[in-house]
């Protein structure tokens, strides 16, 4: 069995739950993102496409309704025993079936939570769960419920983020080995995926992003790869995915020359990211982190040219993306707290000349301050 967890520590996860549960005075929980599923019972798989729910009750029951390709996965990768399959059918409705699991639980008349924030619920099936449920139940949302108990992370979830960030570095490696004047878009990304792989990890929770030329000012990925011409930028996003959980990385590479903007640019980012990591200490919040990013961007003459993030928290994700909320945003009061893990990112984009500059790693929270998790120095890379 594939399980990254022992019994002990999803015991201690689920009693965490339960005791929220019961603190919000809810009777149990419908629980539709995979990252959850995954923190309480080390589901892993990507069913959640489809529907699929996780009922955990007030009283430490649980149980997964889903599809039959996902019942041996659930066998295997999980500590679930109570696993129910919805059939394939002509009309079917699986919140139908929820239904039924639910008045097993005896759920009728009681308060539920559910979550609504969740890819696993589309608005589709959100119809369907509603339709099904009204008048059986009453529906809170709890979206926050199990995402508030990830954000401190064990001593097993550390190990698995450091790995993580060994690996992203082990991807810029390998991709910055292959990157000169004339090399192609599709070799670089093979190269960083292939060392992910070759290290043990998995898939990212969504592409590796890479965009040269004018495309260096692109967040996401963008499909059509590129040769690299003798003068040229490359922007690269990444992240090191070790058992689900990441370690992301992002990083402008200059090739040919390094015209003086790009390094005034380099400069402004870098200062900015360690103004950050210098406010990401147990007690700040997370608006302060983004108000040190906005000082130093702001002073730079870089206001027009940065974004209205600076980060976000890492963890276990599933796709279609690897953030994990909260975002690092003006005002946000999400309080640091010890053993966090973010990542930092200090992306200048300038529309009007069509240059970047994007250096950015993860950190993790210490009782007094951040450490860096990535070994690749912020110097400016010229290829």
Partial sequence: MAIHFTKEEFAQRQIKAITEINQRGLDGILLFRQESMYYLSGYDSFGYAMFQCLYLSADGRMALLTRAPDLAQAELTSIIEDIRVWKDENGMNPAHNLKKLMKEFNCESKSIGIEYDSFGLTAHSYLLVSEALNNFCTLTDASDLINQLRYIKSDREMDYIRKAANLAD?????????????????????????AVFQGGGTYAGNEFIIGSGEHALLCRYQSGPRHLDKIDQMTLEWAGCYRRYHAAMMRTVLIGEAKPEHQDMHSVATDALKSCEDMLKPGNTLGDVFEAHATVMDKGGFREHRLNACGYTMGCAFAPIWVDY???????????????????????????????MCPGHSVVIGPSGVERLSRTPLSLELR
């Fill in 170 to 194: 082990d991807a810029y490696d390998a991709g910055i080995k292959l990157t000169k004047a004339g090399a192609f878009e599709g070799d670089i990304l093979a190269a960083m995926q292939g």
């Fill in 326 to 356: 909260p975002m690092i945003y003006e005002g946000n009061q999400m309080v640091i707290e010890q053993n966090m893990v973010f990542f930092l990112h200090m992306i200048i984009m300038n529309r009007e000349n069509r240059l970047a």
